[in-house]
Structure formats: C-alpha cells, structure tokens
C-alpha cells in the first residue's frame, strides 16, 4: 500500500509541475508545489485509505473442512448419473462452484462439471442421495436464479 500511495504522490506531483509550466508559473512552482504536494499527498492518502480492498479471509473450524475420503473400491459401487445445466457463463466461476457444491454433499463421490458440454457427472451414494436431491442442490447454488438443470438420468 505504501509503494502504491508513493508511486500515486509521484504521478500528482509531476502533473502539477508540467501543469505549472503550461501555465507560465514556473517561478512560484517550488514554493506552491510543496504546500499543494502535501494537500494533495493528504488527499490521496485519505481517498485511498477509504477506497483500498478489504481482504476478508473466513475462519472454518477444522469439523467443517473434514469430508470423507471415497476409496476406488466405494466410487466403482457408487451409481453414476450426469445433469446437464444451463445458465452457466464460465468454467471457473460457474462450473467451478457447481462442482464445489456437489462434492460437499454427504453421499457424493466425486462431482465433474464439463463447462463445455454444460454437463455435470456425479458419482454418487443411493442411499444417501437420488437424482432429484442431486438437482435441487445443483439449482439452488447461487441464490437459486442462475442454473437450472434441463436433464438428469442415472448411466
């Protein structure tokens, strides 16, 4: 931040002495430039306090970030089934979130949203989730308006 805020003081510093030049006032530019430097310094100083981005991280107690490891021997039992999803607008944004959401949930193996294809396969735990279950969670990612899956069948 400080780099940045010099580098901005720098910029305003040197528009003001080419503005002074321009306007044939070169003689009190040392002078003027110095009171103005620090008004504008301060100025700076202020709107970039106010305007900087706020990185929030958020804290997730360890209980939450624990899923089950799925071993190839219970993915090969699971069942598979592919949803196809419209309204996605990009791969990581988009796809990215669904797939998120989907591995999340308890039953599911392993989750792959194609972007390209508009497709999402599952691997998934009949006793723990079905097709319906699977495509109200993939519906209700972002507010519940963005995706809506026009196909869902078990392969």
Partial sequence: MRQNSDFILKIALWNFVILQCLYGEANNLII?????????GLALFVALS?????????EVAPEETKKEVV?????AKMQTASF????????MGCAKTIENKLAEQEGVGQAVVDFDTKIATVKFD????????????????????????TESKKM
């Fill in 50 to 58: 106010f305007a900087s981005c706020k990185q929030e991280t958020k």
């Fill in 84 to 91: 196809t999803i419209d309204g996605m607008t990009c791969a």
């Fill in 126 to 149: 009949a006793e723990k989730q079905s097709l319906e279950s699977l495509t109200k969670t993939i519906e209700a990612v972002a507010g519940g308006d963005s995706y809506k899956v």
């Fill in 32 to 40: 003027t430039g110095m009171k103005n430097f620090k008004n504008i």
């Fill in 71 to 75: 071993s190839e021997a219970d993915l």
